[in-house]
């Protein structure tokens, strides 16, 4: 994932914040979305695509059928090929690259998962979401690890780790250990550069994350990619969405930022930026409710 830019940052204190996130006055763009989010909140059956799907606005349920198709032939693709390769390392190249020829075309920052099946753009959160879908549709363990600025793939097998590095098309399938260990050693150096001119995470990130944080993922995309484009509200409703999935320190220093935006937003009355100041604070203070499910 790439870097929110920022001029500057300020920090304040906020004079009210609420006792916890209440997930019934959360705002919804569709009842598509609506309907995913409260079957996985309460437990119900909820389908993994629909719920990465979901956090686009311009997604509906007739669009998910065609995307979950497209979906589903990849996966009766891959499952084929499986029964015909008896090399994970064989196998787990195949796949890689088969992905980036058939779906993966154009690299766009900020693009949801939505669009790779709809034009083939994709950054690295939606590319990586998708090899993570489709291998735990083929039933091997991976492990997606987030950082400030990137996320990337590891495929564990047992005898071997592979590391999948969706936006690199060429040589992002990588299974010699020496290679993995230099790449690993880049990120986190670049996890720990500076710039004077972004804004740079105080908090070093670099976990590992399961689907569901994933969607809390996808929604904080979609929520810087709304600010960047200067609505502030919106980027409200995604945010808070976002903290239900998954609690991070870049939700509390995006947070804090959006206050600050939302303060001096002359456009917006008092009465607005008193309830929206509220809102920030809750899901800043509350704790991602999902997560470990």
Known sequence: ??????????????SILLNGQNVDNIVFHSDYEKTNFYQFVKGEHAQLLDLQLMVD????????????????????????????INSDQRYLSWLFYRVHRKVLKNYVQYSPLAQVFETGD?????????YALLLNELGFKTKVVETNYHIYLEVLTADAKYLIESTDAL????????????????YNAKNNSAS????????????????????GL?????????????????TLDLLEKSTVFYHSERIVEFGIVLAQAIMDDKSLDDEIKSVSINRVGSFIKAKDIVASR
């Not at 040589?171 to 880049?186: A, H, M």
């Open 1 to 14: 994932m790439r870097r929110i830019t920022f001029i500057s940052v300020f920090i304040f204190a906020f």
């Open 57 to 84: 606005e311009n997604v509906s349920s007739t669009a998910a059928k065609d995307y979950h198709n497209k979906f589903e032939a990849l996966v009766v693709e891959a499952k084929e090929k499986l029964d015909k």
């Open 122 to 130: 994709y950054d690295c959160l939606s590319a990586t979401t998708l």
């Open 171 to 186: 040589n992002g399938f990588v299974y010699n250990q020496l290679e993995i260990d230099k790449r690993l050693v880049e």
């Open 196 to 215: 004077t001119s972004e804004y740079a995470f105080n908090a070093k990130i670099h976990d590992a994350v399961d689907l569901n944080k994933l969607i």
């Open 218 to 234: 996808q929604y904080y995309n979609r929520a810087v990619y709304t600010f960047n484009n200067g609505n502030i509200l919106p």
